[in-house]
């Protein structure tokens, strides 16, 4: 009876799973317990006989198993992988159709210690011009597009330090790189990546939270740092190239009575230098988002005023907007997603900052196929329409986009 209790107890002890709480330890050790004196009673002998399977205090405070299991370890890092392969064909001028790798994304994040975080994103593009020149051209060009430790009190305070997709807007903090995150194959042209409307990095502090609001949950972010490079559409990474920091601040609410609704807004402040001259840049934004994929309603507006120093009579709005829709269709098993998106940018030819930035009217008709839980397959068709001396532009576009 003794080997087949302590095969019985072995046997049991390797279905464990090694974290779980001393507690259910306690009540499979009883059960055994229980177990084994129903055996001695069916083959005659006395209960007392049996020696209890529950564990003495000096046994059940030496279980350095499974306490080591139950503390978490630290740093815990897990990583997440994002890609898309695409297919295009425009009537665009110069432009050739044919297939293109799309980036190759991964996400990190590790837990420091219960309170400190560390997220991390980095991007492989490919090169046009690989293999040329002399050293010749790599294959792909590295980017780290996020580097964030943050600190969290509680809900109500979180301060990082970091490189950020800037907060002042919803879908740059959204839908980050790795097309499979968002419905559509291309971002709103606003906030593209590598665009010099929004800027779109940023590389400082922000100080953010949530908080209750009698169940409006108002979240905020507020943030200070570097501005635009000397190449606007970049941030600045190695450093600010002027004393004039850039903040920000963002609030937005997600009412508990309105599941899916998201209303907030923006500003952001900076001077920007180039070719000798400053322009402080005001940025004012707002969004409002309606999740519930029946229906996705995503719309957002922007101002971007520019003033040059000693020069008040030059002075600049630019403003850009765009709304999306979509439709998870109630058929096949909720795959299908059709969308639409009309998008608009408004650029004074004057505006020395934006010099070269093509005005938009366009719009974006397409259709999502989900494959599985972690690949969609997506058809877009887009008619961009610019200022007047450029052609409009049609283009059709298929994109695969998976996580993984």
């Known amino acids: 009876m003794k080997s087949t209790a ?47 399977a529950t564990p003495t205090h000096e046994e059940a405070t030496h279980t350095p198993a499974v306490d080591a299991a139950a503390q978490p370890e630290f740093p815990s890092l897990h990583i997440a992988g994002f890609s898309d392969v695409n297919f ?11 297939f293109t790798e799309g980036q190759f994304t991964l996400h990190f994040s590790s837990a420091l210690s219960p309170r400190v975080n560390f997220f991390g994103e980095m991007t492989l593009s490919a090169r046009s011009d690989a293999g040329l020149g002399s050293p010749a051209a790599t294959g792909f060009n590295a980017e780290v597009e996020r580097s964030i430790v943050r600190f969290d009190q509680s809900d109500k305070l979180k301060v990082s330090f970091g490189r950020y997709h800037t907060p002042i807007n919803y879908w740059n903090t959204a839908f980050h790189h790795g097309q499979w995150l968002q419905t559509t194959v291309s971002r709103p042209e606003m906030t593209q990546f590598g665009g010099r409307f929004i800027p779109v990095h940023f590389v400082g502090g922000l100080v953010e939270g949530a908080l209750p609001s009698r169940g409006l949950n108002l979240n905020y972010n507020v943030g200070v740092g570097n501005g635009r490079s000397s ?8 450093g600010d190239i002027n004393n004039h920091r850039a903040w920000l601040a963002t609030v937005f609410v997600r009412p508990d009575q309105l599941y899916g609704l998201q209303v907030g807004g923006s500003v952001y402040r900076d001077k920007i230098s180039t070719d000798g001259r400053n322009f402080p840049e005001w940025i004012t934004s707002g969004h409002l988002v309606w999740n519930r994929e029946t229906p996705e309603i995503i719309a957002e507006i922007a101002n971007i005023n520019h003033k040059e120093v000693n020069r008040p009579e030059s002075e600049w709005n630019s403003r850009a907007f765009y709304i999306q829709t979509a439709y998870r269709l109630p058929i096949a098993q909720k795959l299908w997603k059709p969308y639409y998106r009309f998008e608009y940018i408004h650029i004074p030819r004057s505006d020395v900052v934006f010099q070269g930035v093509p005005n938009l009217a366009g719009s974006v008709v397409g259709l999502r196929y989900d494959i599985s839980t972690f690949a969609a397959l997506k058809f877009e068709y ?23």
């Open 6 to 52: 302590l095969c019985l107890c072995v046997f049991l002890s390797l279905l464990v799973p090694r974290n779980l709480q001393a507690q259910n330890v306690q009540d499979l050790l009883a059960r055994i317990e229980r177990l084994e004196r129903r055996v001695a009673e069916l083959e005659g002998k006395p209960a007392e006989a049996v020696k209890p």
């Open 88 to 98: 295009s064909g425009t009537d665009q001028p110069g432009a050739r159709s044919g």
């Open 231 to 238: 190449v606007i559409n970049r941030g600045g990474d190695a």
């Open 382 to 404: 887009r008619n961009q329409r610019r200022q007047a001396g450029l052609p409009n532009i049609n283009g059709g576009f298929i994109q695969t986009s998976f996580t993984f």
